[in-house]
């Protein structure tokens, strides 16, 4: 057991002559390295013994060649946060359907349809009104204990604000020129790579009441050949049946003259279907290797699941995009993604797919402990991230060009005409790729 009380009990021993700092950074190192090389930290110790290396220069730096063996250099940023593992933060995956125990609702939810639903779907779930989301949070506070207990509690109240907004992109990359529609916040699923469990600040799944408002400020705001989506604060599906956005918003946007992109890990599909198909939406879904779903997208539906709904939509009319985001590098992830590329192309012919987006790894630094903590077993932390371009932890320049060439290659093998685009990527990113930041998000 790679316990960190332990670590730091024996590095301690060893290396009583360095401060706090230099015994942090020590004792993550030999975490992370024991992590990646699935072993038993004493044997990491064992070898720093052997080789007799007591200063702290040498010691980091054979760590570091041991952590980062494909990119440690004199100029790579590595983030060694002191190791705090907290067994009550871990998440308890069980096998069960979204079903809230408490449905909160404001006076404006209570009379909106979408409470009618919820109620009707969840009958036994226990309904509290509330003043309002906001008081709610202030008294109660808000914690990552409380976030793993968020599908237990269903939030719906009126939203005045933030209704639209561009997506920030991250600093000193390629923007894409998204813009996000705010009907919603938080997520059933429980990714173990999800941005959410560091930007979120709710304990429960927010669905807002009063679609119209929504709708009435976007006729006077949405402009031809832009995108726009609901998927970024939430899955644009997963409480589909509850919402009914997708339905409002596609009837919105038809005949528009700028696209409607409804992002996806589910098979959540009906309203779509039930819905006329319009060149202005497109139905997208995120997708990984079966195996890396089973492991690290609890809840949502599976990788040949996710390809039938997606075939079923382009069936009936539709078209479809797809996102390989994030793209984790780990031993024979260019076998499992190329065949996950050839499936995709089994299940929905070229001409019906828009756009396929490709995005590597990468997270705020404090993202890191937080993942830690919830998913201890959980090896998505093992790959080579270091402090990048814009502050995030990204794999090095180098291993992303090479997933991006050889996904690039995956995808072309099938076809040369869709449009490819790198997420939050940097311009010479873009330029060594050979791929170009020309947005047509209209056929």
Known sequence: MNKPSLIKKEVSSIYPQLGINKKREVVRLVFETASREKKNYKRILKELKKRKLYSFTKVKEYLLKRRFPLSCSANM???????????????????????????????????????????????????????????????KGFSVKDYNRRRENLFIVREKYDFLKKCPCTSNSVNCGYNIINMGFGCPYECTYCYLQEYANTPGIVIHSNPQDFIEELKGKIRPGLRYGTGEFTDSLAVDEISGFSKDLIKLFSGSGSVLELKTKSVNINNILESSSSGDCVVSWSLNPENFVRKNEFYTAGLKERLEAAGE?????????????????????????????????????????????????????QLKKIIENRFPKSDILNGELSIDFDGKLRYPAALRLDAYLKMKKFIEKHSREILIYLCMEEKKMWESSGLKPVWKWNR
Do not use: Q
């Open 313 to 365: 939509c382009c069936r009936a009319g539709w078209d479809i995009a797809f996102h390989f985001d994030p793209i984790v590098l780990y031993p024979d992830w260019e076998k499992e993604y190329e065949k996950t590329v050839n499936m995709m192309f089994d299940y929905v012919p070229e001409r019906r797919i828009r756009w396929i987006s490709l995005g590597t790894f990468r997270f705020k630094r």
């Open 77 to 139: 940023e590595p983030y060694l946060p002191s190791l705090e593992i907290e067994p009550s933060l871990r998440v308890r995956i069980n096998k069960k359907n979204f079903y809230p125990k408490r449905i909160f609702f404001d006076s404006a939810g209570e009379e909106s349809k979408i409470f009618r639903r919820a109620a009707e779907k969840y009958p036994r779930s226990e309904k509290i009104k509330i003043k309002s989301l906001k008081d709610f949070i202030k008294e």
